[in-house]
């Protein structure tokens, strides 16, 4: 099955930097990598997502790219703000499928 | 995106007791809803696939007899804990898919249950 790895686990940045995370996937099937924003004591909320017939997608400050030779795709927020520190989760969804494979999180702090 | 209302947010109830969480799907008539696991600081596990009108569909590893689903109706999908025990004190979360298509996935706001 799918197996979706994230890192890092933890990013700290100062607010108005850029952060970064990484999200690699290990089954060619999947079609779908959205990214979810999730603060404490709350569900997932969805920020943004790419299909894989797209290389890049952007929305105000996040953008997301994919790189599907390499099987990875990543999360960019620019000038980060201290309301962007949540646990972010990247996922894969397969063509067929109907479920979605998370990878692990990474707890974004933005230092003010 | 479908707007998903889930309830309640926090629970306490004792152990040996059983523990209903409802999850309503308010502007999208949902076929499909999932239910997740989540401990602290981890990802989200999912637990089961609830299809309307027929049996959910659990993940390997998961007791069907203590995590009872019910989607009885195409806006509310039930997860009831059975028995609940001291480790099932968890952050549970539903998710609705709203299209047919490889998209459009929302997700309720947890419930925090805490078996004491």
């Known amino acids: 099955g799918e197996n979706v790895e994230q890192h890092p686990s933890t990013l700290s940045v100062q607010e108005g930097d850029s952060a970064v995370i990484k999200c690699t996937y290990s089954d060619s099937a999947s079609n779908y990598f959205p990214w979810y924003k999730q603060e404490l004591g709350k569900g997932p909320q969805l920020i943004i997502d790419?299909?894989?017939?797209?290389g890049e997608k952007k929305d105000q400050r996040i953008a997301v790219t994919l790189n599907k030779t390499a099987k990875h795709f990543s999360l960019h927020i620019t000038e980060t703000q201290p309301e962007d520190s949540a646990v972010y989760f990247c996922?894969?969804?397969?063509?067929?499928?109907?479920?979605?494979?998370f990878g692990g999180g990474t707890r974004v702090l933005v230092k003010p | 995106g479908a707007v998903v209302s889930q309830h309640p947010s926090r629970v306490i109830c004792k152990s040996g007791t059983s523990v209903k969480i409802e999850c309503r799907s308010l502007d999208f008539q949902a076929t499909t809803m999932f239910w997740y696991r989540q401990f602290p600081k981890q990802s989200l596990m999912l637990m089961a696939t609830?299809?309307?009108?027929?049996?959910?569909?659990?993940e390997q590893g998961v007791e069907k007899d203590k995590f009872l689903i019910n989607h009885a109706s195409l806006t509310l999908s039930t997860l009831t804990v059975t028995s609940a025990h001291p480790e099932d004190s968890s952050f549970y979360i539903c998710?609705?898919?709203?299209?047919?298509?490889?998209?459009?996935?929302?997700f309720g706001s947890g419930t925090r249950l805490t078996v004491v």
């Open positions: 998710s609705v898919k709203t299209y047919t298509g490889a998209d459009g996935y929302t």
């Open positions: 609830s299809n309307e009108g027929s049996k959910a569909t659990y």
């Open positions: 996922a894969t969804l397969k063509a067929a499928g109907n479920k979605l494979t």
């Open positions: 790419i299909r894989s017939n797209v």
